[in-house]
């Protein structure tokens, strides 16, 4: 079955720690997202990218960083430097345009839920 | 300033009713708009999309998009106990080449069985 899988569900670290939240889309679709979802608040773009080794900054990329080495995979790492890192993150893929031109919706992987003590 | 606007909610209706759920944009070069389900603790999944003013339909799902008041609603007909969710409005603002989703608030439903 074609789908995004995000590694680990939850996610556990101490402050001052790097973390890398792992996502893999088999949809082959060229785009990807990593978002943020935190409680009464709508889900907030952190990095995307359209194409394999080209990434952009979304509203909030102060303290993450993204690679996208491979089609398949684009890992988020959640640096020290992330001031409230505790949230709920969530990994999405679409092709870029549909075949009448039109944005393509998102398609969301299970959440990883990362928790900084 | 890139916004999408829901009522928070809650919204209670009793099962088999009608629930209207809005949501407002402040950009009207948006093009394209979708409406999300979200269960508690769960990812969104996508219900309906809509490009072109007017209404389209799917099943007990109805989306209706107004382009010139910039807004775009969602109608659950018969509503069940399943569908007590959390539904995000998101919009693509502009015609850019990326695909970036602005996402509202999300507005949060409960039917009543």
């Known amino acids: 079955d074609g789908g995004i899988t995000q590694s680990p569900k939850y996610l556990f670290r101490k402050e001052g720690q790097n973390v890398t939240l792992s996502c893999e889309q088999n949809l082959n679709h060229d785009a990807m997202y990593w978002y943020r979802q935190d409680p009464g608040q709508g889900l907030r773009l952190i990095y995307y990218?359209?194409?394999?080794?080209?990434?952009q900054k979304g509203d909030i990329a102060e303290g993450y960083s993204v690679s996208r080495e491979k089609k398949e995979s684009f890992p988020l790492t959640v640096t020290s430097a992330q001031k409230n890192p505790t949230a709920f993150y969530l990994c999405?893929?679409?092709?870029?345009?549909?075949?009448?031109?039109?944005?393509?919706?998102?398609?969301f992987g299970n959440g990883t839920r990362l928790t900084v003590t | 300033q890139k916004e999408v606007e829901q009522n928070s909610g809650p919204l209670s209706v009793p099962e088999g009713a009608i629930a209207s759920l809005n949501c407002t944009y402040s950009?009207?070069?948006?093009?394209?708009f979708f409406w999300y389900r979200q269960y508690s603790g769960k990812s969104p999944e996508l219900i309906m999309s809509?490009?072109?003013?007017g209404d389209k339909e799917d099943g007990r799902f109805t989306a209706q998009l107004n382009k010139a008041s910039q807004y775009v609603s969602l109608l659950i007909r018969d509503s069940q106990p399943s569908d007590s969710a959390t539904y995000l409005c998101a919009v693509n603002f502009g015609q850019t080449g990326a695909n970036n989703l602005f996402f509202g608030t999300g507005t949060r439903l409960t039917v009543i069985p």
């Open positions: 950009d009207r070069g948006s093009q394209s």
């Open positions: 990218s359209q194409i394999v080794n080209d990434f």
């Open positions: 999405a893929s679409s092709i870029r345009r549909t075949t009448l031109g039109h944005n393509s919706p998102l398609h």
């Open positions: 809509i490009y072109s003013n």
